[in-house]
């Protein structure tokens, strides 16, 4: 780098501009996903919203690719780039409840942990990741699925107002009343318009929840998933379940692991949802019981970073029982012992998130039943295992193919390989991939901000 490129961005972010013979600089550029293993010339740490527009100016003055982290989680690895700029927001991590407004302004580079523990002080929560070492940003701004999402909707759903820094250094509040065509882009369509420094969120009352997961043998995994299916056919809003196929416990078994949640208000209902997890299927393990909110966002763990992932989603508008057939078998074909995690999850579409005219935006999968992913997860160290294992997540999904019409469905679980123009195009539909369109070349012409696919020009 030389040292008029350093200059620029050190005045930017004075102090604070770590390069590859800086000690942290390995530290500071892992991802989630080692699978994407960058090396960027800079990686900048903005304290504030102002800093960041300085970052962005200073950024584009240098003409180097440039990247946004938040919190890193992106599998496509969307948080950074070789030889290039990363503007890293985890220094903007704060969370301020207010309790009596039920609202919380959350830095752009917060986790969902940092959200959760300060929103659950107070009992009070919204929808977010269901692994809490999540990014805030990214999720929200790819829609959010999450434990509450039955009950309150999408992460994006709750947004009141985001602060958002544009390419040309702006620095907007945008909500429904202010910029109402950003606000609808903003609600799905991922990191193509601007940094966004700080959301301001809806919280909900959440005093209790009844939760936990539990795992069943996968000696059958059609049944698990039909089991899966029926459960979440009559459930009400309130009760949020997702399903893993995976390996469980010290002796690696293959097993049916259902996560629940049920932030309902009829003190009966848990003993109704109780008889029937246990109905059909007899239980390996049972953790359900009443928690609070924090605990059931961490009770699945959490993965390091710096594994190899390669995830294939899709969403369908049914479970039917050919498909449940084709997915037992996908399972019985993964490779399921350590460090190998092949996972396929399933994850409902129901009650608030189904609701399109609760809050105007582009998410594409609202009228969808659930979402299908093949995750695949292995060691950092394994790359001679990438094609392989790429190809066991992708034939999933090109089984679930034939039951959607929703392109890559959930941006934040879509392979780059899917990210195609056409395919972005299926995803959205032509009518609002053509107004996404139209609103980047308005804010962002030159490409500055990166997404998983283009929108229009070539990214810089």
Request: with cysteine; hydrophobic share 40%.
């Amino acid at each position: 780098m030389s040292a008029d490129v350093r200059s620029t961005l050190e005045a930017a972010c004075p102090g604070r501009v770590v390069t590859p013979e800086h000690p942290a600089y390995d530290r500071a550029r892992l991802l989630f996903n080692g699978a994407h293993d960058h090396r960027p010339a800079a990686i900048c740490l903005p304290g504030d919203t102002a800093e960041v527009r300085a970052a962005v100016l200073a950024a584009q003055e240098t003409g180097l690719p440039t990247a946004i982290r938040g919190g890193g989680h992106n599998v496509a690895g969307a948080g950074s780039v070789d030889a290039g700029v990363v503007i890293d927001l985890r220094l903007l991590s704060g969370v301020r409840v207010d309790p009596g407004a039920r609202t919380a302004r959350v830095g752009g580079g917060a986790t969902w942990a940092d959200v959760d523990l300060a929103a659950g002080t107070y009992q009070l929560a919204t929808t977010g990741g269901t692994f809490d070492d999540t990014g805030v940003g990214g999720l929200t701004l790819g829609g959010g699925i999450g434990h509450l999402m039955g009950r309150a909707g999408l992460s994006c759903d709750n947004v009141l107002s985001y602060t958002l820094v544009t390419a040309s250094g702006e620095t907007l509040t945008v909500s429904p009343e202010t910029y109402p065509e950003i606000d609808w882009a903003l609600r799905g369509a991922g990191h193509h318009f601007g940094a966004v420094t700080e959301f301001t969120f809806r919280l909900h009352d959440v005093p209790r929840v009844y939760g936990g997961y539990v795992a069943y043998p996968a000696d059958d995994p059609a049944a698990a998933v039909r089991f899966f299916r029926d459960l979440m056919r009559d459930a009400p809003d309130e009760l949020v379940c997702t399903l893993l196929l995976e390996r469980y416990g010290p002796m690696q078994e293959p097993a049916a692991v259902i996560s629940v949640c049920y932030s309902g208000d009829d003190p009966a209902y848990p003993a109704v949802l109780d008889k029937a997890l246990r109905a059909t299927l007899t239980p390996l393990a049972w953790a359900v019981g009443e928690r609070s909110y924090v605990s059931m966002q961490q009770c699945l763990g959490r993965l390091p970073f710096g594994l190899r992932h390669y995830w294939s989603a899709r969403c369908v508008d049914s479970l039917p029982d050919e498909l449940t057939e084709a997915l037992a078998e996908r399972f019985r074909a993964a490779r399921i012992t350590d460090p190998y995690n092949d996972t396929i999850l399933i994850e409902p579409i129901h009650g608030a998130v189904r609701d399109r005219a609760r809050v105007p935006g582009v998410v594409p999968f609202r009228t969808a039943r659930f979402n299908i992913t093949g995750m695949a997860i292995w060691d950092a160290g394994l790359s001679a295992a990438d094609a392989r294992q790429r190809e066991w997540a992708r034939s999933v999904s090109q089984l679930a193919e034939p039951y959607s019409t929703w392109g890559a469905g959930y941006l934040n679980y879509a392979d780059r390989d899917s990210l195609t123009a056409a395919r972005s195009e299926q995803t959205y539909g032509p009518e609002n991939f053509a107004r996404l369109r139209r609103l980047k070349q308005q804010l962002d012409p030159d490409g500055f901000f990166r997404s998983g696919y283009t929108l229009t020009g070539a990214p810089r």
